[in-house]
């Protein structure tokens, strides 16, 4: 049997776990010396609410490799495989961890660490994917083929309504903080082989979403396309963003979720992001 694993940095609608059989290894979010855990006693709006008190960004991180041994001996019985999908190894040690599980219990099952080379929803979409396609009854060589192609093919682009959590992650300087707040700069991020990059700073949000909304067209063209939108509390601005994009797009299937908070922790409230790639004809058949 094929056992898909991914981490609570992966971000999805609510039911993708239990619809495609997805085994997530929790996050862990320590704030000094308490320490919650994503999903089960810390919510999206208490992390937003425990840095704007403590004015702190607080530290996330996996299981050690032992741990995650344990949670693939939970999650697997002997002989099965395991399709492990995580977060770009440039910007997180996680797949380093993961691989070092898998050399563990190599004798045990086989496990495919599998680097998606972004985040987000785009590693929940390539979830969705390999289900889908084990259900098929493709084999984990073809499934890995398939989710080579789309990471390949990705657009991942977030524009920033504050500079006060990059600041406060210390992803920017306190000058560059100050001069952004002072001109209402809003920056706009892209993924760029396997990292996300400042591709530039308007004067207005609005301005800001307009033109993460042409890149994402300008890249995807025509062709039909899976999208993801994601925000960070701010819902109402995603269902808009969604609505536009419709429009605006071929769009085969599309998504809002919450962005997780090892994103969000460095992006902040307020940040919207799209996740898109194409959807070949072919690859369906």
Known sequence: MLRIVTD?????????????????????????????????????????????????????????????????????????????MHVTGKLSGT????????????????????DSGAGSAAVGFMCREARILDRAGKTPEQILKRLERIRTRLTVIFTLDTLEFA???????????????LLKVKPIVILKDGLLEMADRVRTRQKALEQVLETVRQRVGNRPANIAIVHAADPQAAQQMLERIRNL?????????????????????????????????????
């Open 8 to 84: 609570g940095a992966t971000d999805m609608p609510e039911g993708w776990q239990e619809e495609y059989q997805i085994n997530i290894l929790p996050l862990r979010v320590s704030f000094g010396e308490k320490i919650y855990t994503q999903g089960e006693n810390f919510s999206f709006m208490d992390f937003y609410n425990l840095v704007k008190q403590t004015r702190i960004i607080p530290k996330t991180s996996l299981p050690s490799p032992g741990q995650v041994v344990d949670f693939y001996r939970r999650i697997a019985q002997k002989g099965d495989t395991i399709l492990s």
């Open 167 to 181: 600041h406060l992650s210390g992803r920017i300087n306190a000058f560059q903080n100050a001069l952004s707040s």
């Open 249 to 285: 797009l071929n769009v085969k299937e599309s998504i809002i979720t919450d962005l997780s908070i090892p994103v969000a922790a460095n992006l902040g409230p307020g940040t919207i992001g799209i996740v898109a790639y194409p959807v070949d004809e072919e690859e369906e058949e």
């Open 95 to 114: 797949l380093a961890t993961i691989q070092a599980a898998a050399q563990e219990l190599k004798e045990e099952y086989r496990i495919f660490p599998f």
